[in-house]
Structures are given as structure tokens and as C-alpha cells.
């Protein structure tokens, strides 16, 4: 998912390394509710794009229903898009990705459309290990349709109405480790200096990035008894580590203690560095990530930061092994078989 373009010899003040402003990453007003955690979002996937120097051109955008679903047209107007059926991003992005392997793909998805009418599709995607970037705007609730719980909506959790949900939430980021995505954050919508960091390393790795942020809804879920709520995610959120990263295109300076921090290398050199805060942490160990999860689900608490990374597994389009060529640019010439070939075919199949 990342760009390869080298920075210009001199960068001018106020542009990127590949010469945009920040003006030309940014997309149509929002027409979100005045606070909606989604817009907190949206602000850093602009300044993440911006910073790491992503061709605008090279992007595609794609989402399904919901409120989460219609961000895409907040960010990256010259980008190309597709807003989806209800939950069948998925398959639209590995479409577009199988016809165009060069795109810069970033999915934006709510809870409802991923962990409801889209998990069929959604855990598929992640066993694929899809090479894109995949943001759950988690905010436990149905906003587009007034309000009611979600697949993640935590158990006890209350609704703005006082009803009380008890069925058990499903942790999407869980729920990815198990089914082998390689890329598993989380965050806050009000955290944007984390967000970017992971923004960025998502830019970084190959294969599925999946970052589900905390995003609550200021009309129906940001109250007193919501486990979604901005008061809920601040008293709450338990850091893994404080994160920074380094891009390929910078020197990379060590400036830590031994055994005081971790640097974990992306797949075009890029570097994640982890400071440990109070724990002894190592993102790389698949047991270590789950059980760090139930402890906090235990605890009523929710984990922000890289839960789990592996950057040794290849992603499915590497894995399918097509042409050098995107297969949207091939010739009829080169698709076409000979009469010769048709022949040969043909004979194979009786």
C-alpha cells in the first residue's frame, strides 16, 4: 500500500515531499453531525496522506452504508471512489484491487456495516490478507437509523433511550488476529497524534491494515452509560505504547535507552518505533496480543496502539501471482489467446 516516489532535491515550504499542499488532500464539507468522532478522523487520514506523500491519483476510496460510509467524500476529492451496497465493501475492493494492483487502497467502514450485514464478507478480506488499509468507525450504534446497539455495543452498555444492551460485543480487532490479518491497531478519535503514527504505518505495510477507532456519536451514543462516549473512551483507553514512525524516505536515528523501545521494520523500510509505557509488551507475538485483549475486556478497558503486527506473510495479490501489469492496463493482444492456444485448450478439456 505505500508510494515509492522519491522526494525532489528541495522541498518548498508548505508542500510535501512530492510537491501538493495540504489543500488538495482534503475533500467535499462534511455534512456529519458538529462533533462526530468520524470528522476527528477524517482531519488525520488527510494528514497522514499529506505527510507520507501519497499521489492523490493513485488512491482509491471505498466504503459500504452508514454514517462512517459517507467520510470518504470528506477526504481526497481527486482520488477515485466507490461507495458500495451495505456491507459488501469487500469484495468491491478486492475486485479493485485484482483489476488494478498499484492503487493505494483505503476502506472506511462503520460498525454495522462490517460487524453485522458485512462480517461474512469482512472476515474473508482478512484471511485474503487484502492489500489495504481498513478503518471501522466504531461507535457501537446505528446512527443513520436512530440509534440502536450494534454488534460491538458492549455488554451493560446503556442507550440514550435507557435501554440496557445484554448481549455480548464482538472485538473486531480480536477477531482479526484469529483470522490471520498481519495489521491489527486501535485507537480514539480524539488521540490524532496516535492515529496518524498508525496512519501512516498502515501506509507502510503490506497486506490488510485493519485500525478500529473509537468514534463516538454525539447524538445517539455519547452519553452517560454509553460505553462509547468521549468521557467513557478518555477515562478508559489504556496505552500500549506511544508511537512514532519513521518513513523510508528518512534517516532512521535510534534515540532511545536499550530495551526502552522497539522498532518494528515495514515491509518498504519504513520503522514503527514503540516506547513502552508500563508494560512489557511485544507486538509481534500472536498469544501475547490476544491475551492482552481479554484483560482488558476484563477490565472494562480498551487497548490503543499496534495490537499486532507481522509483516512475513505475503499479501493475496502477491499470492495469485498475475503479471507485472495491472490487468486493467493489459492489451486485448495480450489477454487474447492464439487459435493455436484455443486449440490447445480445448483439446486438454476432453
Known amino acids: 500500500m505505500s508510494t515509492t ?8 515550504k508548505n508542500v510535501n515531499r512530492i510537491g501538493l499542499t495540504m489543500a488538495e488532500y482534503k475533500g467535499a464539507d462534511s455534512t456529519l453531525c458538529a462533533g462526530c468522532g468520524h470528522d476527528a478522523i477524517t482531519a ?32 481526497l476529492s481527486k482520488s477515485h471512489g466507490f461507495n458500495s451496497v451495505h456491507g459488501r465493501m469487500p469484495a468491491v475492493s478486492t475486485g479493485v484491487l485484482l483489476a488494478n494492483k498499484e492503487l493505494v487502497a483505503i476502506g472506511v467502514s462503520g460498525d454495522g456495516d462490517t460487524a453485522s450485514i458485512g462480517m461474512g464478507q469482512f472476515v474473508h478480506l482478512l484471511r485474503r490478507n487484502i492489500p489495504m488499509i481498513y478503518i471501522i468507525e466504531n461507535n457501537g450504534v446505528y446512527g443513520l437509523t436512530k440509534g440502536q446497539f450494534s454488534a460491538t455495543a458492549d455488554q451493560g452498555s446503556r442507550a440514550k433511550s435507557g435501554a440496557l444492551n445484554e448481549l455480548p460485543a464482538i472485538d473486531v480487532c480480536a477477531m482479526a488476529i484469529e483470522l490471520g490479518c498481519n495489521f491489527v491497531a486501535r485507537s480514539f478519535a480524539g488521540d490524532p497524534k496516535q492515529m496518524v503514527s498508525l496512519l501512516k504505518a498502515a501506509l507502510g505495510h503490506k497486506g490488510t491494515a485493519l485500525f478500529d477507532v473509537i468514534s463516538p456519536c454525539v447524538t445517539f451514543n455519547n452519553h452517560d452509560g454509553s460505553t462509547k462516549s468521549y468521557k ?47 508494560r512489557d ?17 476484563e477490565a472494562n478497558e480498551f487497548l490503543t ?10 499479501d493475496f495479490i502477491t499470492q495469485l501471482n498475475t503479471v507485472e501489469t495491472p490487468l486493467s492496463l493489459l492489451r486485448q493482444e495480450d489477454v487474447q489467446p492464439s487459435a493455436e492456444d484455443l486449440k490447445q485448450i480445448m483439446a486438454e478439456l476432453m
Open 305 to 314: 496502539g499496534l495490537i499486532y503486527i507481522n509483516e512475513d506473510k505475503s
Open 281 to 297: 509488551y511485544d507486538p509481534t507475538n500472536k498469544a501475547d496480543a490476544f491475551n492482552m485483549l481479554r484483560k482488558a475486556h
Open 44 to 75: 488525520q487520514i488527510i494528514k497522514a496522506f499529506y505527510e507520507y506523500g501519497v499521489d492523490p491519483y493513485m488512491v482509491t476510496k471505498l466504503s459500504g452504508i452508514g454514517c462512517s460510509s459517507k467520510t470518504p467524500a470528506y477526504f
Open 232 to 278: 467513557y473512551a478518555k477515562d478508559h483507553e489504556e496505552l500500549l505504547h506511544e508511537i512514532s514512525y519513521v518513513p523510508f524516505f528518512e534517516q532512521i536515528n535510534v534515540d532511545y535507552k536499550e530495551g526502552s523501545a522497539e522498532d518494528v521494520k515495514l515491509h518498504d523500510g519504513s520503522h514503527i518505533r514503540l516506547r513502552k509505557i508500563d
Open 5 to 12: 516516489t522519491q522526494p525532489p532535491a528541495s522541498t518548498p
